[in-house]
């Protein structure tokens, strides 16, 4: 939602004032920056995402703060009183001579007033300390009271244009502790200090709250990628003009340990479609699918790239969110330092048959996990090997056509329930600070539910194999939910579903749902797949009766999932001008 701007904001000639949410910028008429207005969604979603993952970082430090805290305690109390160091203190009271049951009380009070403060601002802990020259020890010293102080993140926009999100970053997310003349202006514009033109020096405190970088993205995360916690970033956001494969090898070495990582790619022209296959394979190290779930594996690709590129320094990644947006993928990851689940990695990667007839999808991990008991001590040991394949032969067994290989992609879950969640619950009490907050509740709340096998289907192209009326979305999903099976929507594509069930249980509930719809056969040519589809008797009866589970909670709200045109040519912008041209034209001249 854009707030006015203040009065004594003046525009010079030359530039309009745009306004988003609580940031304005600059735009200059010349096209010397770009900026996409309908990436407002994308800017809203990340100020979103980022404000719950600082909040649950926080509360994770605290709570090792506590433990911490906690270990020390006792540590001190196990020592003889003679070695008991004083420790350092924020606030220190002597108690003289003060009766012990006395100063027992003043604790309890300061600990329940303690107890309940906020904390994902500020944690107390008061403390009583033994006086080692009292007789016995009966007798408190001091008291101390301890703060926690909540954790401010860096984020590192590593490509930006006109500056806008890193300074609604700074705006508006609470614990951020800290096209250069375009974004220069824009900074300035909104007071939020200081800027340099080169690289920032290793270890230097930028001015202010947003410190503009001109020069090479990797290189300046490089310089961040040492094995020195303090010098790596909290957050690192990934938003280029196409693919930003050349920047996720630097992002994840300079991203900290359990950091975000948010990424962008607008190159859906390579990533879902089955056109440029030796550019997705150069860009992400795999093969796009042609089917009608290529946009949930595009996301797959692109998180099979940062999978394994994070492996490679023995790092692991978390998928928190990962959205197929218009004409887009948003992906966040939590980036983690473990050796031990880097060996999973293999078994997280699959291979896909993908049929060019009726789009069934057979998988073929790379690697298997088997545990292995010991007899003896009872300890279990985790082996990792080779998985057998191919999981099926060179035809499709469903209507006999060709398969074609897909990946390798990603094969585990896109989302983290719980943080999505969470996102949900922050939205709901900030719905008049996102301009896009209806969107984002419908695409959230669907993504909470979807579930993590892959793919996606829609019930029309599925009746289209079979040359059949298609049956409604709640018969569908009634018919795999009566035959024992989960039942998810997806944000990916309106009208669509996820199931645990296998294609040949999908296409059973077909084969009874033609028994009762027949279709005209003497319409369907005779090497056609849909023949070989309708010849199998289904294993099973379906029942179309309505299933009380196919009402989940984004079905209770009409909620809006899926965007709408905003204008009427709308998607990505023209490419902002180098200069280049304009240079040569002037030499020209001269």
Not at 272 to 293: D, F, H, I, L, R
Not at 354 to 378: A, I, K, W, Y
Not at 499 to 517: G, K
Request: include cysteine; charged fraction near 20%.
């Amino acid at each position: 939602m854009a707030i006015p701007p203040p009065s004594s904001l003046t525009v010079p000639d030359g530039f309009t004032l745009h306004t988003e949410n609580t940031s304005h910028i600059l735009l200059p008429s010349n096209n010397e920056a770009f900026l996409n207005p309908v990436q407002e969604f994308n800017r809203d979603l990340s100020v979103a995402a980022i404000s719950v993952w600082s909040e649950e970082l926080n509360r994770t430090r605290e709570e090792r703060w506590r433990q911490s805290r906690k270990r020390k305690l006792e540590k001190t109390e196990k020592m003889p009183a003679p070695d008991r160091k004083r420790p350092k203190v924020d606030e220190a009271v002597v108690q003289e001579n003060a009766p012990a049951v006395a100063v027992k009380a003043e604790v309890e009070e300061a600990a329940d007033a303690a107890s309940g403060s906020d904390p994902a601002t500020r944690a107390k802990e008061t403390e009583v300390m033994i006086c080692p020259i009292c007789p016995l020890n009966a007798v408190p010293f001091f008291t101390t009271a301890l703060q926690y102080r909540p954790h401010k993140i860096v984020i590192l926009e590593a490509l930006s244009a006109t500056g806008l999100r890193s300074i609604r970053y700074a705006k508006e997310i609470p614990l951020v502790r800290s096209a250069c003349p375009a974004m220069t202006r824009n900074v300035e514009l909104n007071g939020l200090g200081g800027t340099a033109t080169g690289g920032n020096e290793q270890g230097a405190e930028p001015a202010g709250k947003v410190w503009v970088n001109e020069g090479d993205a990797r290189a300046l995360m490089y310089s961040h990628s040492s094995d020195s916690e303090r010098n790596r970033v909290d957050v690192i956001d990934l938003d280029p003009y196409g693919t930003a494969a050349p920047f996720i090898d630097a992002a994840v070495q300079c991203v900290t340990d359990g950091g975000l990582l948010c990424v962008t790619c607008t190159d859906l022209a390579v990533l879902a479609t089955n056109n440029y296959p030796e550019k997705c394979y150069s860009n992400y190290g795999g093969v796009s699918v042609k089917a009608e779930y290529s946009h949930e594996a595009a996301l797959r690709l692109v998180l099979h790239t940062i999978s394994t590129s994070a492996a490679r320094y023995g790092r692991y990644i978390q998928p928190l969110l990962s959205l197929s947006i218009d004409f887009y993928v948003r992906l966040f990851v939590r980036v983690q330092t473990a050796p031990i689940e880097v060996k999973k990695v293999a078994s997280k990667t699959s291979v896909y048959y993908v049929c060019s007839g009726c789009q069934s999808f057979h998988e073929q991990p790379l690697g298997r996990m088997t545990e292995r008991v010991n007899d003896r001590s009872g300890n279990t040991t985790v082996l990792y090997k080779t998985h057998v394949g191919p999981p099926v032969s060179e035809k499709c067994p469903e209507c006999g056509s060709s398969l074609h290989i897909a990946g390798p992609m990603w094969n585990g879950p896109i989302h983290d329930s719980h943080f999505v969640g969470r996102i949900l619950e922050h939205l709901a009490g900030n719905e008049d600070k996102y301009g896009t907050s209806t969107r984002m509740k419908g695409m959230l709340t669907v993504a909470k539910e979807e579930l993590s096998a892959p793919f996606y289907f829609t019930p029309s192209r599925v009746a289209s194999f079979f040359h059949c009326t298609c049956p409604s979305l709640d018969e569908v999903a009634s018919a795999l939910l009566h035959a024992g099976h989960q039942v998810s929507r997806s944000h990916a594509a309106p009208g669509s579903l996820k199931t645990t069930a296998t294609r040949r249980v999908l296409h059973d509930v077909y084969r009874s749902w033609v028994n009762t719809h027949p279709v005209k056969l003497e319409k369907i040519l005779p090497n056609s797949p849909a023949r070989v589809l309708l010849q199998q008797e289904p294993s099973f009866e379906a029942n179309f009766t309505s299933h009380p589970l196919t009402v989940t909670q984004s079905s209770k709200v009409k909620l809006v999932r899926y965007q709408q045109n905003p204008t009427p040519n709308w998607g990505p912008a023209t490419k902002a001008e180098s200069g280049i041209k304009g240079k040569r034209q002037d030499r020209d001249v001269e």
